[in-house]
């Protein structure tokens, strides 16, 4: 009997033994391929700098920094930024935000402005300005911007607040009806591609306020959009309804499919419950990729549409 449970317990140890040997060698394989997924795109960075020796002279090489802080948010197993986490990471953040205002008596630290900008997708006029100087204005990869009095040099550019910073926004309309009401479409579809650094972003949905720009939410049943390429807002006898041109893209070899699938949605109330309505591109069982919508002074809607993930449409 006693041989019998030594046996056993010899027997089990060997099979922990071998387990935690499996699981130590799949952590070395990932661990050498991601040192040689660094190895790659630093030698990626190397080449850029050779090609644009301007880049050297540079203060404060920004590239360089955009690159640094590319590198510190991919995650090691996907090899790239986990987008997909980022209405997630943001409201973490927030509530750590919150916390630790009402715990740190530490040192209060103030953002130095730059004089610096990137790709801009949109601007609008903001409709509740009388003197028609505020400009609302979106960043490709820099989130939501205002300037109170575009027309004067001295007036700076304001981010909404730094959660918008991780946003990568595209476009922006508001409700003829209630101009406090705001719609601002996420995600960069036009440079959806493989890039040596995140250049542009997938989106999170479509946010909205309704009191001028103060305050914003994520419309829940947007947040699988992963590029929202335009949105417009149409009064249908006396009635607001939204319009957003939803489509896919690739990122870093990944597809980032919207669901339930790209096309024009339509809105009839304010955001909550969306209706795909455009055809389906013949020979194919998915719409079309809208790209643009525009609308005539008669109401009537125009659509521009783009290559779907499968070069379709």
Request: aromatic share 10%; glycine share 8%; with cysteine.
């Amino acid at each position: 009997m006693k041989t019998k449970v030594v046996f056993i317990s010899g027997a089990l140890l060997t099979c922990i033994l071998l387990v935690l040997f499996f699981f130590y060698e799949i952590g070395i394989a990932n661990k050498d391929g991601y040192k040689k997924f660094l190895q790659n795109e630093n030698s990626r960075i190397g080449k850029l700098v050779s090609q644009n020796p301007d880049l050297k002279h540079i203060p404060g090489q920004p590239d360089v920094a955009a690159y640094q802080n590319y590198l510190m948010t991919i995650d090691p197993v996907l090899k790239r930024v986990p987008v997909e986490r980022l209405s997630v990471a943001i409201e973490t953040y927030k509530q750590l935000s919150e916390k630790n205002k009402s715990t740190s008596s530490g040192p209060v630290w103030q953002s130095i402005p730059a004089n610096m900008g990137g790709r801009t997708r949109f601007i609008l006029f903001d409709p509740n300005d009388a003197n028609g100087r505020k400009v609302w204005a979106c960043a490709a990869t820099g989130g939501l911007w205002y300037n109170n009095d575009v027309f004067n040099s001295e007036s700076t550019w304001q981010i909404i607040d730094n959660e918008w910073s991780r946003y990568s926004v595209s476009s922006i309309a508001y409700d003829p009806n209630n101009t406090q009401t705001f719609y601002v479409g996420t995600g960069e579809a036009e440079t959806a591609v493989v890039t040596y650094r995140e250049s542009s972003g997938v989106g999170a949905g479509i946010l909205k306020t309704t009191d001028g720009g103060q305050s914003w939410e994520l419309l829940e049943n947007t947040k699988d959009f992963a590029y929202v390429t335009d949105i417009a807002v149409r009064n249908e006898n006396g009635s607001s309804v939204i319009y957003a041109a939803v489509v896919s893209g690739v990122y870093k070899g990944s597809t980032f499919q919207s669901t339930p699938n790209d096309g024009l949605y339509r809105s009839a109330d304010g955001g909550t419950n969306w209706e795909q309505v455009l055809p389906d591109i013949p020979s194919e069982s998915v719409p079309y990729s809208p790209s643009d919508i525009e609308i005539a002074a008669n109401g009537k809607i125009f659509i521009g549409t783009m290559g779907n993930l499968n070069d379709a449409g």
